[in-house]
């Protein structure tokens, strides 16, 4: 039999060494739990955001009824189709960071556009069905304004306006594109009116009060 020093010797080692595994094992729980710290840190929070580059709705038949989407060239633009998966109506930016609203017919042709030209130039169009455009409505960038009444075929026939300096004129267009009336009043507050006949004519009435 072993005596009782060799017995108290083995039981000694034991204990060293379950002393040892056991300050392993709280080391690497230590470092465990660092690292998921470190790594909780360096993780963005989750704010519940979806992040792509397209998005599209379809019904239950299978119809694209929405897109929206980011193309390569900075443009962005949210679609909406009718039944049919056509488009219908468009808001988007385009690739100058320009905004615009269309509403458009089945064939794709546009009827009424709200756009915004340099941050300081909006204008709004309505046009019938074919593409011609019958009323627009804007500002320049120069700070002038102008609206215009078109003909079946797009020429502007009655043009309303302000130069940059708030004084208004009217214009009359024939079917030529040929202005025979024209009514003005200047920066001065001095009126001026100019009429055109067919035959070269031309009535003037300067500084009418």
């Not at 004129?169 to 067919?198: C, H």
Request: glycine fraction near 12%.
């Amino acid at each position: 039999m072993d005596s009782l020093d060799a017995r108290m010797e083995r039981l000694e080692g034991r204990l060293r060494r379950w002393q040892g595994l056991t300050l392993a094992a709280f080391v690497l729980a230590g470092v465990g739990l660092g690292t998921a710290a470190l790594r909780d840190e360096a993780s963005p929070p989750h704010t519940g955001e979806l992040v792509a580059s397209r998005l599209v709705l379809k019904d239950a038949k299978g119809r694209t009824r929405a897109s929206l989407d980011a193309n390569r060239h900075g443009g962005a633009a949210l679609v909406l189709n009718d039944s049919e998966g056509r488009p219908r109506a468009l808001l988007g930016v385009g690739e100058d960071d320009s905004p615009r609203l269309r509403f458009s017919t089945a064939e794709g042709e546009s009827l009424a556009e709200l756009m915004v030209f340099s941050d300081e130039a909006p204008r709004l169009t309505l046009s019938k069905s074919g593409g011609a455009e019958l009323f627009s409505v804007g500002l320049q960038v120069d700070g002038s304004s102008r609206l215009e009444l078109a003909d079946v075929t797009g020429r502007p026939r009655a043009i309303l306006g302000a130069d940059e300096e708030g004084s208004p004129g009217l214009l009359l267009v024939d079917r030529r594109g040929q202005a025979r009336v024209e009514l003005r009043v200047g920066s001065s507050d001095e009126a001026s009116l100019v009429l055109e006949g067919r035959n070269g004519q031309v009535f003037r009435a300067p500084g009418v009060q």
